[in-house]
Nanobody, 117 residues
């Protein structure tokens, strides 16, 4: 399995910004996708931002225009820049990695907490 380690979470006031990073141990699939998910207490895990195998990014409507995800292949990292944070963004954020066909399983990081007050 691929190891994913998130960092950069923390506490911030509403309107502030945070940058999350996800370090990937290795890329085992030739064509793959990556994504950021979050789970708030009492709620289901939801997708936030995605990079597909053509490097196209997509975002959940709730974060569109505020969050930006990008990949640095040289550093084996994926980042999530979060701006104009709202209390509703408070959650445990996970990065994930899966093959482009979506049939070979998904690897998850351990998560990093983001709290917006």
């Amino acid at each position: 399995h691929v190891q994913l380690v998130e960092s950069g979470g923390g506490s911030v006031q509403a309107g502030g910004s945070l940058r999350l990073s996800c370090a990937v141990s290795r890329f085992t699939w030739r064509r793959y996708c990556m994504g950021w998910f979050r789970q708030a207490p009492g709620k289901e895990r939801e997708g936030v931002a995605f990079i597909d195998d053509d490097d196209k990014t997509t975002y959940a409507d709730s974060v569109k225009g505020r969050f930006v995800t990008s990949q640095d292949n040289a550093k084996n990292t994926v980042s999530l820049e979060m701006n104009s944070l709202e209390s509703e963004d408070t959650a445990l954020y996970y990065c994930a990695y899966w093959d482009a066909s979506g049939t070979l399983g998904i690897d998850w990081g351990q998560g990093t907490q983001v709290t917006v007050s």
